[in-house]
């Protein structure tokens, strides 16, 4: 059995009504392709009809249109037929394949094409003469047919009969037709004359895998941005702080501190009282003068700190021995003195009993 192939449309392919003299139309026809006629330029109907894609009116785009028809016509009709088919094909179930009527053809009730599984299958029709729809006819597409794959290609004319339900690519010598409440899921094409259409509906007839032929309109190209600005390089850290070594954590030891001094008389040197001269006093003996030996005038400062305070300092400016050793001597040599003070007072007592050796 010779299987058809598919048949290309060219640029016919997205028109959903192509006529050679006229396309006239009559109520609210709806057509998701496009639309034109040549080489005539007669377009009536629209609106109230409604096109919902190009029109092209004896332009350059419908001529062509109308040359890539005459291949496709010829293409269908050239193809080998593997069956022949009565004068009415209503009720029946066809398998893919050609299939050849000498002359006119019916459909009367449903027509059913079945793809047995196969989404390319594909169906053509090659009637000698006209082909007609009865009023409520149908052509159903089952298990994988597509509308794509479907074409019919008619000598003279064809006609669809009201509310008919109707599949495939009608490619027609002279004119179509079609009646109030028909329904199209594919396109009607003729080479010569004229389209008449009667509130019909024409719907989508490209294949699930097809991608639409009208090339998509391009986007304005993009509006290049503004290269971003640099932004200022950062600034170098300034080096971190070394921190100062932590203090110890040992107590600091308070300073050396001298004995406090007496408030009682200090005992001379010697431990004992030296004894009275065995003769009176001379004249010579006299209370010690301005000139004799006295603690300094400004004795120096208490070398005693208080707790807490210079023994602190000293642990952190790290004084040395040096320094204890400069404030034991000083006080020393204040404690030396005072002793001397106190010693030549007492002896002066002793030798002088009734403080007559005052006021000398």
Same mark, same amino acid.
């Given at each position: 059995?010779?299987?058809?192939?598919?048949?290309?449309?060219?640029?016919?392919?997205?028109?959903?009504?192509?006529?050679?003299s006229?396309?006239?139309?009559?109520?609210?026809?709806?057509?998701?392709?496009g639309?034109?006629?040549?080489?005539?330029?007669s377009?009536?109907?629209?609106?109230?009809?409604?096109?919902?894609g190009?029109?092209?009116?004896?332009?350059?785009?419908?001529?062509?249109?109308?040359?890539d028809?005459?291949?496709?016509?010829?293409?269908?009709?050239?193809?080998?037929?593997?069956?022949?088919?009565?004068?009415?094909?209503?009720?029946?179930?066809?398998?893919?394949?050609?299939?050849?009527?000498?002359?006119?053809?019916?459909?009367?009730?449903?027509?059913?094409?079945?793809?047995?599984?196969?989404?390319?299958?594909?169906?053509?029709?090659?009637?000698?003469?006209?082909?007609?729809?009865?009023?409520?006819?149908?052509?159903?597409?089952?298990?994988?047919?597509?509308?794509?794959?479907?074409?019919?290609q008619?000598g003279?004319?064809?006609?669809?009969?009201?509310?008919?339900?109707?599949?495939?690519?009608?490619?027609?010598?002279?004119?179509?037709?079609?009646?109030?409440?028909?329904?199209?899921?594919?396109?009607?094409?003729?080479?010569?004359?004229?389209?008449?259409l009667?509130?019909?509906?024409?719907?989508?007839?490209?294949?699930?895998?097809?991608?639409?032929?009208?090339?998509?309109?391009?986007?304005?190209?993009?509006?290049?941005?503004?290269?971003?600005?640099?932004?200022?390089?950062?600034?170098d +850290?300034? %080096?971190?702080v070394? *921190?100062? !070594? $932590? &203090? @110890?954590? /040992?107590?600091? #030891?308070? =300073?050396?501190?001298? +004995?406090? %001094?007496?408030?009682? *008389?200090? !005992? $001379? &040197? @010697?431990? /004992?009282?030296? #004894?009275? =001269?065995?003769?009176? +006093?001379?004249?010579?003996?006299? *209370?010690?003068?301005?000139?004799?030996?006295?603690?300094?005038?400004? =004795?120096?400062?208490?070398?005693?700190?208080?707790?807490?305070?210079?023994?602190?300092?000293?642990?952190?400016?790290?004084?040395?021995?040096?320094?204890?050793?400069?404030?034991?001597?000083?006080?020393?040599?204040?404690?030396?003195?005072?002793?001397?003070?106190?010693?030549?007072?007492?002896?002066?007592?002793?030798?002088?009993?009734?403080?007559?050796?005052?006021?000398?």
């Amino acid at each position: 059995m010779a299987i058809g192939t598919t048949v290309g449309l060219g640029t016919a392919d997205p028109y959903s009504v192509l006529a050679g003299s006229a396309v006239t139309n009559t109520g609210p026809s709806v057509l998701a392709g496009g639309v034109g006629v040549s080489p005539q330029s007669s377009l009536t109907g629209f609106p109230p009809g409604i096109v919902l894609g190009a029109v092209h009116v004896a332009d350059a785009a419908a001529l062509q249109a109308q040359a890539d028809l005459v291949l496709a016509y010829d293409d269908a009709a050239g193809q080998a037929s593997d069956a022949a088919i009565s004068a009415d094909i209503g009720g029946q179930t066809l398998a893919p394949g050609v299939y050849t009527a000498a002359s006119s053809t019916v459909i009367t009730g449903t027509l059913t094409l079945d793809a047995g599984g196969d989404p390319d299958a594909v169906f053509i029709f090659q009637i000698g003469s006209g082909l007609t729809t009865a009023s409520g006819s149908t052509v159903s597409l089952v298990d994988g047919a597509q509308a794509c794959h479907v074409f019919w290609q008619i000598g003279s004319s064809a006609t669809l009969g009201s509310s008919t339900t109707f599949v495939g690519t009608i490619m027609a010598l002279t004119s179509i037709s079609t009646t109030s409440g028909t329904t199209v899921q594919g396109r009607a094409l003729a080479r010569n004359g004229a389209v008449t259409l009667d509130s019909t509906v024409f719907t989508d007839a490209s294949c699930a895998d097809e991608e639409p032929t009208e090339p998509p309109v391009d986007p304005s190209p993009p509006v290049d941005p503004s290269p971003p600005v640099d932004p200022s390089p950062p600034v170098d +850290p300034s %080096p971190p702080v070394e *921190p100062s !070594p $932590p &203090p @110890s954590d /040992g107590p600091t #030891p308070p =300073p050396s501190e001298g +004995p406090p %001094p007496s408030d009682g *008389p200090t !005992p $001379p &040197p @010697s431990g /004992g009282i030296t #004894p009275p =001269p065995s003769g009176p +006093p001379s004249d010579a003996t006299s *209370p010690p003068s301005s000139s004799g030996t006295r603690p300094p005038a400004s =004795p120096p400062a208490d070398s005693r700190t208080p707790r807490g305070s210079r023994g602190g300092d000293l642990a952190e400016t790290g004084a040395d021995d040096g320094l204890l050793a400069l404030g034991a001597g000083s006080v020393a040599l204040v404690l030396a003195g005072t002793a001397t003070v106190l010693w030549r007072r007492r002896t002066r007592s002793l030798a002088h009993p009734d403080g007559s050796g005052h006021g000398r």
